[in-house]
């Protein structure tokens, strides 16, 4: 099931601008998709330990590493943020150059984004998201399935993602494009909810 949208309009980052704050939306190509409001327990302590893993780990480099809600404006040329059709708010997102980032979030592609999936948003963020990321030129982009205990690792090369990468979500985890990063599961794992099978 996919997420709801607000209306059958096309909107822009300029539009959202208007709506209410305690309402979040992603923008994909002019559609506004509704956001969940409350991840479950597990997803937030997913992002969350991604997020201090990786925060410890870029503490002296020139990357810096957000956890939701970001907007991440996608231009799909050099148009005006008002006019960008496509934003994002990934679970937990590094960008490396500092040119990207402005008081509204970031506008451009990440270098790395994760997002943690859940029933509500699986669809939205494997077929949807991952076109966006791709087409975006983000240069990594994992797929966190903490019920089934599996990552999913697309790369890009040459303007595209190709076959992902799946992984067993144990042990570690290097991050290609962040040499000398590596993700440790163990500890996460122990804290998880058993396993849905």
């Not at 991440?72 to 943020?81: F, G, I, N």
């Not at 990934?90 to 500092?98: I, T």
């Not at 791709?134 to 599996?150: I, K, N, Q, T, Y």
Request: charged letters at 30%; aromatic letters at 6%; glycine letters at 6%.
């Amino acid at each position: 099931m996919g997420l709801a949208r607000r209306d059958h309009d096309l909107h822009t980052y300029g539009d959202s601008l208007a709506w209410p704050e305690d309402v979040r939306y992603e923008l994909i190509d002019g559609v506004a998709y509704l956001l969940a409001s409350a991840p479950t327990l597990d997803h937030q302590d997913v992002a969350g330990e991604i997020y201090r893993q990786l925060a410890n780990a870029l503490e002296d480099r020139p990357c810096r590493v957000y956890v939701t809600p970001v907007d991440v404006r996608l231009p799909k040329a050099d148009e005006a943020d008002e006019r960008i059709d496509t934003v994002v708010q990934p679970d937990v997102l590094v960008v490396c150059d500092d040119r990207k980032l402005d008081r509204r979030g970031v506008r451009g592609a990440p270098d790395l984004v994760v997002e943690v999936l859940s029933p509500a948003t699986a669809s939205h963020d494997q077929v949807l998201k991952r076109r966006v990321y791709e087409r975006a030129g983000v240069r990594e982009f994992w797929l966190v399935h903490p019920s089934d205990r599996v990552l999913t690792i697309y790369r890009l090369k040459d303007g595209e993602f190709g076959k992902p990468d799946l992984h067993d979500l144990s042990a570690e985890t290097p991050v290609e494009v962040l040499p000398g990063v590596t993700l440790v599961w163990d500890g996460l794992l122990r804290r998880l909810s058993a396993p849905d099978y």
